[in-house]
């Protein structure tokens, strides 16, 4: 046999995959219609498992894995697709944002990080001692915005600053490079209203995967699957819960599209926590 015919029986075989693979996904609609009406999870563990332990029964160890995999996999599809329909059908993401940024009158930031509001004017800036001060300031409407240091190129993330946002529900609007004697800092802007604007082309997000094997490698995959780049991605251990860590992410997507909303619609399902932490416009040519 010549590798030519074995292409033909390939093409042959990926024909009927096609075709049987169309037929799962207007069944997955079904499910997604059903599960619309009746408010059902999307994500059911335990009928995969089911499926999985049915089908992989019988197969040869040789394959077993990767037939595994295969299955896997096109379940995770059929969930994509589902969220995806569920969104059409529900016609909206369970997530307010405002659409235009704040006027500031007023910014806090910590003393330590007062060099880097290079824009605004001394008088509109209020220095405090920690960013929980900062944020005191923004929940009791003393100040519009509290900017901050996000990331250091020399020194690292802020694990301060990102547990701020996170635990307070604050969100970045603004980021923007400077540069302090050859250091590159990412500087943030935030409040707590979640601003989305037709030009932002970075959403950051926060998730804390289930524990079990596999899950970390799904949501990045998930994450792929809708066509996103990972702009960042590191993890900080939770401080409220021992041993359980928390992923920050930056995408680049804007939350006004569609497929972006059913990505997070499906990050808000399938993980044990989930939180955006902002929508901003960066300069690509800076990162
Ligand atoms: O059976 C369901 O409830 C479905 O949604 C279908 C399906 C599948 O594609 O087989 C998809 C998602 C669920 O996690 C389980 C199975």
């Known amino acids: 046999m010549t590798l030519a015919d074995v292409r033909k029986n390939i093409d042959r075989v990926d024909k009927e995959i096609k075709q049987l693979f169309k037929e799962r996904m207007v069944l997955a609609d079904n499910v997604a219609q059903v599960k619309a009406e009746t408010e059902d999870d999307i994500y059911k563990p335990d009928r995969e498992e089911t499926i999985i332990s049915n089908l992989t029964g019988d197969v040869d160890d040789n394959i077993k894995m990767e037939y595994t995999a295969l299955i896997k996999r096109i379940m995770e599809i059929s969930r994509k697709y589902q969220y995806g329909r569920t969104l059409e059908l529900r016609n909206c993401l369970d997530v307010e944002y405002d659409v235009k940024e704040p006027d500031i009158d007023a910014v806090a930031m910590i003393k330590p990080e007062l060099y880097i509001c290079q824009g605004c004017s001394r008088d509109k800036v209020i220095a405090v001692d920690s960013y929980d001060e900062v944020y005191e300031l923004i929940k009791t409407g003393k100040v519009d915005a509290g900017m901050g240091i996000l990331e250091d190129i020399s020194y690292g993330v802020s694990d301060a600053l990102h547990e701020v946002l ?118 690509e040519e800076q990162f």
């Open 166 to 283: 996170t635990n307070n529900k604050l969100y970045i609007y603004r980021c923007n490079i400077v540069n302090e004697n050859g250091h590159n800092k990412k500087v943030v802007t935030f409040s707590d209203h979640l601003i989305v604007e037709e030009n932002h082309n970075r959403l950051k997000v926060m998730f804390v995967c289930k524990n079990k094997s596999g899950s970390l490698s799904s949501i990045l995959s998930m994450i792929s699957d809708y066509g996103v780049n990972l702009t960042e991605i590191h993890s900080a251990p939770n401080r409220q819960e021992h041993w359980n860590y928390r992923f920050y992410v930056e995408l680049s997507a804007n939350l006004l599209k569609k497929d972006i909303q059913a990505l997070v619609f499906q990050l808000m399902n399938e993980t044990e926590e989930f939180t955006i932490l902002g929508s901003y416009a960066c300069d």
